[in-house]
C-alpha cells in the first residue's frame, strides 16, 4: 500500500470512488481519528468500536457483558447532517504537479463523505464558481453516495469564484446546525469573505475549510522574464524579482490574515498542498477537527462551572 503515499500515483485511479476507498483504508491503517460527533443525552444505539476513536469512548459494561468493544451512539451522532461545499472556479484547476486543486480537494471530499456516510451521517454536496452549480441535499439513502461521488468527478466549470454567495445559500438552505465542509483556495480578498464566513458562523454550524494550494502558489519559482497567466482573469503577468518579492509578501498576509479570521470565528482551517502525500493530508484533517471539538467541548466545561 506504500504508493497510496504519494498523490500522483493515487490520482492515477480515475474512478473517484476507488480513490476514496483506497485512501480511507490507507488512512484507517495510520492515525485516523474520526470527525467526532457532538454528544447528546438521548441514547440511540452501541457502534463497533473503529480504530483511530477515542478508547475514552468505550462502554467496558458492554465490554464485560459481550466481550465486544462498543461506543455508545446518541441520536444527534445518527441526525448529523453534513455539507460539502467545493469550489469548482477555474483557479481550483490550476496545476504544476500531474493534478489540479480541485481534483485533489475532491479526493479529500470524496474519502470524507464515504467515512461519514459510514458513520450514519447525512451527506450532501454543492459546488459553485461563479454562482450555485450543483446541490444534492444531505441523505442516508443507499445511492446518496453514487450521487454525491458523481458530482466530485466534474471539472472546473467558471471563471471566477463567488464564496460569499455560496456561504449565504448554504446559510439559508441550512435552518439547524450542521456540519459544513468547505473546499476552496480562499483566493479572493479578505474583506469579501469575511461577511459570509461570519454569516455560517453565526448559524452555529461547525464550519471546517479545507484550503488546497499548489506547491507553486506557496513558493513562486518561476525564472526572471517568464510570463504567468491569471487563470480567473485571463491577464499576464511579468515576473521579475521585485514582482516575486512583492507576490511572496502578499501571499503570506492573505494566509495569516484568513488564519486569524478563520480562528475569530471559532472556523477550523487546514491548509494542504497538492504535491503532499494524500494519507498525511487526511490525517491533519482528522486530527484538526478533532482538536477544535475538544477545545469547544473544554470551553462549555468551563462555562458551566461559572
Not at 476507498?21 to 474520526?34: D, E, I, K, P
Request: charged fraction near 30%; glycine fraction near 6%; charge should be negative.
Amino acid at each position: 500500500m506504500t504508493e497510496v503515499f504519494d498523490p500522483d500515483a493515487l490520482m492515477q485511479i480515475r474512478d473517484i470512488s476507488w480513490r476514496a476507498q483506497t485512501l480511507l483504508a490507507a488512512t484507517s491503517s495510520g492515525v485516523h481519528r474520526s470527525l467526532h460527533h457532538g454528544a447528546s443525552i438521548e441514547f440511540s444505539q452501541y457502534r463497533d468500536y473503529t480504530p483511530g476513536d477515542d478508547p475514552r469512548l468505550i462502554d467496558w459494561k458492554l465490554f464485560g457483558r459481550t466481550d465486544r468493544y462498543g461506543v455508545k451512539q446518541f441520536e444527534d451522532e445518527t441526525a448529523r447532517r453534513v455539507y460539502l461545499i467545493v469550489d469548482q472556479s477555474r483557479s481550483m484547476g490550476y496545476k504544476t504537479v500531474s493534478h489540479s486543486k480541485l481534483r485533489y480537494s475532491q479526493t479529500l471530499a470524496a474519502t470524507l463523505a464515504l467515512d461519514l456516510h459510514r458513520r450514519r451521517d447525512r451527506v450532501g454536496v454543492l459546488t459553485f464558481d461563479e454562482s450555485i452549480e450543483t446541490f444534492v441535499p444531505p441523505s442516508r439513502n443507499s445511492h446518496q453516495l453514487a450521487r454525491v461521488f458523481k458530482v466530485l468527478s466534474n471539472e472546473e466549470r467558471g471563471e471566477a469564484t463567488d464564496i460569499g454567495g455560496a456561504l449565504q445559500e448554504v446559510a439559508e438552505l441550512v435552518p439547524s446546525r450542521a456540519l459544513v465542509i468547505l473546499f476552496s483556495d480562499g483566493l479572493i480578498p479578505l474583506d469579501e469573505l469575511a461577511e459570509p464566513l461570519a454569516l455560517i458562523a453565526g448559524r452555529e454550524h461547525e464550519v471546517l475549510w479545507i484550503r488546497a494550494m499548489d506547491p507553486r502558489e506557496v513558493h513562486l519559482d518561476a525564472p526572471e522574464g517568464s510570463q504567468l497567466r491569471d487563470r480567473e482573469s485571463g491577464q499576464l503577468r511579468f515576473i521579475d524579482a521585485a514582482s516575486i518579492e512583492k507576490y511572496h509578501r502578499q501571499f503570506d498576509a492573505h494566509a495569516l490574515g484568513l488564519r486569524n479570521l478563520c480562528d475569530d470565528l471559532g472556523i477550523t482551517l487546514v491548509s494542504v498542498r497538492t504535491d503532499k502525500p494524500l494519507v498525511d493530508q487526511m490525517i491533519e484533517i482528522f486530527e484538526a477537527a478533532s482538536l477544535r471539538r475538544s477545545a469547544d467541548l473544554l470551553s462549555i466545561d468551563r462555562e458551566a462551572i461559572k
